[in-house]
């Protein structure tokens, strides 16, 4: 019996749900599943000793990407868990001085879901519209914040629409306000230069699998001096992480995600200026080819490898069905089992129907111009095929 040959498998354009691993981070993370195994808690012999080392190195190195200190860097299972202990963490902390939390409607889940936990228990939450653009206005997180807030978190870099929020200004708005300043910055590390020496951010969030690194990997920042951001941990047992997060550390994903942060920073400029040629050249293509396409989000302040369309008059579910050579998602991954269109572009005044006519291309770091190119084909064909 002949095998037949696998079918070529469609072009990715979803790095926003996930990214490929670097052959170079899976190199770096190699010795550490099986020739150095050990266990970075225990103390009384070598093979602790030289996982502990692994792990302290890759958290300086981490620290240094961000300007940071090392103690300030908690690794985690990946942003959402990062966002979680952000928020539940600084609301069991702060709780009894204050029970308000504000956040924006363009949110993650990961941010949304553990705020609406926290109005269960009787936190009020204020969930700040954004412009049409997708930018949260300054003075609207001015306005919002009262003697009780303990919390602002809103997210660096959008996942669906790729928006870069004005965090430096919304951070020292905080700060002026002495509230501390949370966001996830699962998209934009690794895209946009961060630093937290210099800017006013409090906690942020990161996740390995979206920067080239693995996936079950991420870290937490918490800042430690000046100010001193107080935080509860949410789950108990060992002591790990100076007890905020315990749990046995998995060394050969720390070490990838530390690599995978370093070549993001060593090759961003570059890379930047490649996803934004390539991305150029397919709004080009599109909007050439078909008339009606709006852009999703502010048009420069985005992530350079973020496009996201609406076809005016299509249906976004035929449409997907019939780019089957192309790899992309009509709404985030994490919810697209929901049927309800995409919250952010609803938040940004689409209606459900043109929300339900949006696609969310994401260009990555193997993506070519022939790439782009085929990519254009599929998606004039489809269109015309569905319309
Ligand atoms: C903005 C944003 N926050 C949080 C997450 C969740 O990250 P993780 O998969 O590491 O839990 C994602 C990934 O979908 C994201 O895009």
């Not at 790095?15 to 009384?44: C, I, Q």
Request: aromatic share 4%; hydrophobic share 40%.
């Amino acid at each position: 019996m002949s095998a037949e040959p696998d079918p070529k498998p469609p072009i990715y354009l979803d790095h926003h749900a996930t990214t490929p691993l670097d052959p170079r981070v899976l190199e770096a993370m190699e010795p550490w599943w099986s020739d150095d195994f050990g266990n970075p808690a225990s103390g009384n012999h070598v093979y602790g000793w030289r996982a502990e080392a692994a792990v302290e190195e890759a958290r300086e190195r981490i620290a240094g990407v961000f300007g940071a200190e090392s103690r300030e860097v908690f690794f985690t299972s990946g942003a959402t868990e990062s966002n979680n202990l952000a928020i539940l963490g600084v609301a069991e902390a702060q709780g009894s001085v204050g029970r308000h939390i504000v956040t924006a409607e363009t949110e993650h889940p990961a941010v949304l879901d553990p705020c609406q936990h926290l109005e269960g228990q009787g936190w009020t939450v204020t969930r700040l519209p954004v412009g049409k653009d997708g930018r949260l206005d300054p003075d609207r997180l001015r306005a919002s914040l009262r003697e009780e807030t303990a919390l602002v978190s809103v997210m660096f870099a959008n996942n669906e629409i790729g928006v870069v929020q004005p965090i430096e200004t919304l951070a020292s708005i905080c700060r002026e306000h002495q509230v501390p300043f949370h966001t996830d910055a699962a998209q934009a590390a690794g895209r946009v230069a961060i630093d937290l020496g210099g800017h006013l951010i409090d906690l942020l969030s990161i996740s390995g699998h979206k920067i080239y690194g693995p996936k079950g990997v991420g870290a937490l920042f918490v800042r430690r001096r000046r100010p001193r951001v107080r935080l509860a941990p949410r789950q108990f047992g060992g002591g790990h992480e100076g007890g905020l997060r315990p749990g046995t550390l998995p060394v050969p994903l720390i070490v990838g995600l530390a690599r995978a942060l370093e070549i993001c920073a060593e090759e961003r400029a570059q890379e930047n200026a490649r996803l934004l040629a390539l991305k150029q050249r397919l709004y080009e293509r599109l909007r050439e080819a078909i008339p009606a396409i709006r852009l999703n989000g502010h048009a420069d302040q985005r992530l350079a490898g973020n496009l996201n369309l609406t076809f005016e008059g299509i249906d976004g579910a035929r449409l997907l069905l019939a780019l089957k050579g192309l790899a992309v998602s009509s709404g985030s991954a994490c919810a697209s089992a929901k049927p309800e269109p995409s919250h952010v572009l609803r938040a940004i005044g689409l209606s459900e129907k043109q929300a339900r006519s949006s696609l969310r291309f994401g260009l990555g770091r193997w993506t070519t111009r022939d790439e782009i190119e085929q990519a254009a084909e599929i998606v004039i064909a489809a269109v015309n095929e569905v319309r």
